[in-house]
């Protein structure tokens, strides 16, 4: 939406007669320009953030209760066109380049669609899609939109300062004791391939063509290209504007405490070249649809958007009212404090380089108005280096499972490595292990009684190997959320959970604590809830009791929590959030989407973005 991809309303033939008659009023207009608490008013579902509810009622109306109805919006591209730039450790599609690939999604493959650019089942009629399916689509959904140039992929945000008067921020001691932290992960877990810098494309801009648009789209119509340009914009004289087409070429900026980065050493994935052995027919669900954003966000947009060749009239606005608010990005300089933008706009005449371009010369209220409101500081696992941004608008957009929740079992010993948190490094290290040692293998612990436990127990199960299921307490019905004719595999387990008859492979242990273990011997002590100890040989344990995400490069007076006193977590403790708005509360410029906001699945994500996008058009009068 930030490239300029809006929803439009074409119909309200909704089952639900109630938001078909509110929105009676809203066909044919945007979405951005509606009444989105009035639209969304009585609308219930998995979500507790009403304008994602919305979208996801006209996008899949009546979804839950297995309806399958036409969406009742479409995206077209005739929006304003904001800068900005979206950080990632990995490729677009996060966490799904990280699952084992023939793992089942928890939600159906249509709900894992992002609007314009559908995806395709190729799995065999599956309703639910596999995770390498998931992730090549969204790797390739940012290629197919246009959406590549804004994408800054293999890079990890270290710090967020909030400026005050436009000051810059300094690199601060915790900086640096988080990025020696993070330097460290990636010594150990990070393979880096040749990352391509995102290119910052500007089109020449004609003023007469986007003033029309804008006068035209308020009226909720479009402006043909023809009306006023009989060629393409790049080529009108009147505009006299080079395409500036360069890539960022940002230099990286220069750190006090240089050497905590110079000595990263990126090494090879030591599984790279292994045969792992994994059996794409067997029955395994996944339980974290809501991570698909987990090392990338923003735009969610496709080829199909309507006017390919529609001009934004936005650099208008910002030329012709003297407003600065196009500068959202601006390169934090080794020396200089006026800094040159990213993608810097045409002002009429020409454009300069965005690396040698000056800051215009505007009366001193809009300047103070234009001042950077917060610094992000980002490593760059490709040169290993810190880059600088200051930028005026700040959304939180970062995955829930960044960090797993880990058991406090013996405060003297470090975890041995082969005690694992999640369910990827247990069939990795479980392979790698039974290539290596002959003859029977000694059960794996499972810690938990969620769903990642459940695919644990499938995994493990599918490789012939025993597994002894520790839990709390029995878990609840699933029939309420989860389907048994969708979800069988859930089910089963579930069932041996309940069951006091004995399984192949598999050994229940409720109530049951885990109190030491010996490193050495690979042994493991379990107490009962009478009391009674017992010990057992392992070949690995992985504790699955959720996660939590990783918000370090935050200061650390930020309490953005609904309980400011407890950490984030996505489903205990989210952040505070105008739920109409998704601004945090108590800071101004500052918003939050995804799980960390309250939006689990994928089909939720786009409606966190719809109501940023629409405050920022309201705030600044697009």
């Known amino acids: 939406m930030l490239a300029g991809n809006i929803p439009y309303v074409i119909s309200n033939d909704h089952p639900d007669e109630m938001l078909s008659a509110r929105l009676a009023l ?130 990890i945000v270290t710090n967020i300062t909030e400026l005050e008067d436009a000051k810059e921020s300094t690199h601060s001691p915790e900086t640096n004791q988080r990025e020696e932290v993070i330097s460290k992960r990636v010594d150990e877990r990070m393979e880096v391939e040749e990352i391509r810098k995102p290119m910052m494309i500007k089109q020449a801009s004609c003023p007469l063509t986007n003033a029309l648009n804008f006068l035209l789209s308020r009226g909720q119509r479009r402006l043909k290209m023809d009306r006023c340009c009989k060629r393409k914009l790049e080529s009108q004289a009147d505009c006299k504007a080079k395409d500036d087409s360069s890539k960022y070429n940002l230099e990286a900026a220069a750190l006090n405490s240089g050497d905590v980065l110079c000595d990263i050493l990126l090494q090879k ?84 380089h965005p690396t040698t371009s000056k800051t215009q010369q505007i009366s001193a209220d809009c300047k103070r108005k234009s001042r950077p409101k917060w610094s992000i500081e980002v490593l760059d696992l490709k040169t290993r280096t810190v880059q600088s941004y200051t930028c005026n608008t700040l959304v939180l957009a970062n995955g829930a499972s960044d960090l797993p929740n880990r058991l ?43 769903l990642s436990a459940a695919d644990a127990i499938i995994a493990t199960r599918g490789k012939n190997v025993p597994v002894l299921h520790l839990f709390r307490n029995k878990s609840r019905d699933l029939n309420k959320q989860l389907p048994e004719n969708m979800y069988p595999e859930y089910h089963k387990v579930h069932q041996m959970m309940q069951s006091t008859s004995s399984y192949s492979l598999y050994t229940a242990l409720p109530e049951y604590t885990l109190t030491d273990y010996s490193e050495d011997t690979r042994t493991v002590a379990l107490t009962s809830k009478e009391g009674k100890e017992f010990i057992y040989q392992v070949s690995f344990v992985v504790v699955l009791i959720g996660s939590r995400p990783d918000l370090g490069f935050l200061p650390s007076e930020f309490k953005i929590g609904v309980n400011q006193n407890l950490v984030i977590d996505s489903k205990t403790n989210p952040i505070n959030i105008d739920k109409l708005r998704h601004s945090v509360r108590g800071y101004k410029e500052l918003y939050a989407m995804g799980p960390i906001a309250g939006d689990h699945f994928v089909r939720f994500l786009p409606g966190g973005a719809l109501a940023i996008v629409s405050d920022l058009y309201k705030k600044y009068g697009f």
């Not at 041995?416 to 612990?445: A, F, K």
């Open 26 to 155: 809203a066909v044919g207009g945007s979405l951005i320009y509606q009444d989105l608490e009035f639209l969304a008013t009585g609308l219930e579902g998995r979500s507790t953030n009403p304008v994602s509810l919305l979208l996801d009622s006209l996008v899949h109306p009546c979804a839950d209760i297995g309806l399958e109805i036409e969406p009742l919006i479409e995206w077209r591209k005739n929006g304003v066109e904001i800068d900005h730039i979206v950080f990632g450790k990995g490729p677009p599609g996060g966490s799904w380049h990280t699952m084992d690939p023939h793992i089942l999604t928890l939600s159906l493959g249509t709900w894992m669609s992002l609007p314009g650019y559908k995806y395709t089942t190729r799995d065999n009629a599956e309703k639910r899609a596999f995770a390498h399916n998931v992730a090549k689509y969204y790797e390739k959904y940012v290629k197919e939109t246009g959406l590549a140039k804004y994408f800054a992929n293999g890079t």
């Open 269 to 352: 994935n030591r599984f790279k070249k292994m045969n792992l052995n994994f059996d794409k027919n067997r029955s395994v669900s996944f339980s974290c649809d809501y991570d698909t954003l987990r090392k990338s966000s923003g735009s969610v947009y496709s080829t199909s958007f309507r006017g390919e060749h529609h001009a934004t009239f936005f650099n208008f606005l910002r030329n012709s009212c003297g407003l600065d608010t196009n500068r959202l990005f601006k390169k934090v300089p080794d020396e200089e404090a006026t800094t040159p933008i990213l993608a810097s706009p045409c002002n009429g005449t020409d454009c300069d």
């Open 408 to 450: 406090t079992i013996c405060s003297d010993k470090k975890d041995p490595n082969w005690l694992l948190h999640d369910v990827r490094s247990l069939e990795i290290e479980l392979d790698l292990y039974m290539q290596q040692h002959t003859g029977e293998i000694d059960p794996v612990l499972i810690v938990g009684a969620g």
